[in-house]
């Protein structure tokens, strides 16, 4: 019998079970709405316009990027 | 100051960018950039807290200034680019200030990267001022990949020694076909001063603000500096000479 090994993402670099299909239920798991101002996220090295959060799927090994203007010189 | 410049189609008043990093509290900040006169104001592009969020900087300044994100801690071209389009999409802005370090002790630009960067996002219709070495060839090639500005550096980030080589900061202003912006390694106010002397367009600086003893008070010197500066450029110094020469009359000395 094989061990079932439920699926993993990486967000902001570190690796946690994938919770939720899509990326706006996963977004909005971690407190990030729909039109936040200033938020901006790349999925695999790509950006996802806030537009298309909704109808992105996520899967098994998925690198995520969350950001938001900071401090900076 | 009367005169404006203009970077890429958009007229700017203020020769002082300022960064926002540093600050003792963020009502200092807040202050600072206010006594600055900066109308462009500098943030990085870094990954949210999944903890909770932190203050936004587009709430906070986003309405009153103009946001210029920044690749500060990149060092490859392809990091840079993907920062620059998350800024992108997080402020709603195709300026970058494009920053690809090659060094992390001393936090020199790294020239090869810098340009396939620069010509990366110049394709993709980005804004471009990169931050370069203060060298006439750097500068060059980058404006002639599509820089809208370039921004060499007077000494390193955050050193606070000023302009290292103000004979090359002078040769980069007189040979460049895009506006320079005098970037990293202000100290104090005079450096700001010389910045704009030298033919600079304009100043970009955090640190010499941010750690100041009262950095309210050295925001507002800074604006004076870089208007100082600017005037003593357009009303053109003296010829530097060797000797002496008597500013007073030479005719008409008593006991002659």
């Known amino acids: 019998m094989t061990r079932h090994i439920p699926p993993h993402i990486q967000v902001n670099g570190q690796r946690e079970p994938l919770a939720a299909v899509m990326l706006d239920a996963l977004l909005r798991g971690k407190g990030v709405v729909p039109g936040a101002r200033g938020v901006a996220v790349a999925l695999n090295g790509e950006v996802v316009p806030s537009g298309r959060w909704a109808d992105t799927a996520l899967a098994e090994g998925d690198d995520l990027e969350i950001v938001h203007p900071f401090s900076g010189g | ?256």
């Open chain 2, 1 to 256: 100051m009367s005169d404006s410049f203009e970077i890429a189609g958009r007229r700017l008043t203020s020769r002082l960018f300022i960064g926002t990093a540093g600050y003792p509290n963020r009502q200092v900040m807040l202050d600072a950039i206010t006594a600055s006169g900066a109308e462009v104001v500098t943030v990085s592009i870094r990954r949210i807290s999944l903890e909770g969020y932190a203050e936004s900087m587009v709430d906070l300044l986003g309405s009153d200034y103009v946001l210029l994100p920044n690749t500060a801690g990149c060092s490859t071209a392809r990091e840079a680019v993907l920062t620059a389009r998350l800024a992108r999409e997080a402020l709603d802005t195709n300026w970058i200030k494009l920053e690809v370090i090659g060094d992390r002790e001393t936090l020199h630009p790294d020239v090869e990267e810098l340009r396939r960067a620069t010509e990366e996002l110049v394709a993709d219709g980005f804004t471009v001022l990169p931050y370069c070495n203060d060298d006439p060839v750097s500068c060059r090639k980058l404006a002639d990949a599509g820089a809208a500005a370039v921004m060499p550096l007077g000494s390193p980030i955050g050193s606070g020694l000023g302009i290292a080589n103000p004979h090359a900061i002078e040769l980069i202003c007189a040979r460049s076909s895009v506006p320079v912006i005098l970037d990293a390694g202000i100290g104090t106010a005079s450096d700001a001063t010389l910045a704009l002397e030298l033919g600079c367009s304009a100043v970009l600086l955090n640190t010499a603000v941010a750690k100041a003893r009262d950095p309210r008070r050295m925001a507002a010197a800074m604006r004076a500096a870089v208007e100082a500066g600017y005037a003593a450029r357009g009303a053109g110094r003296i010829p530097k000479r060797t000797y002496a020469q008597a500013s007073s009359p030479q005719l008409g000395l008593i006991g002659t």
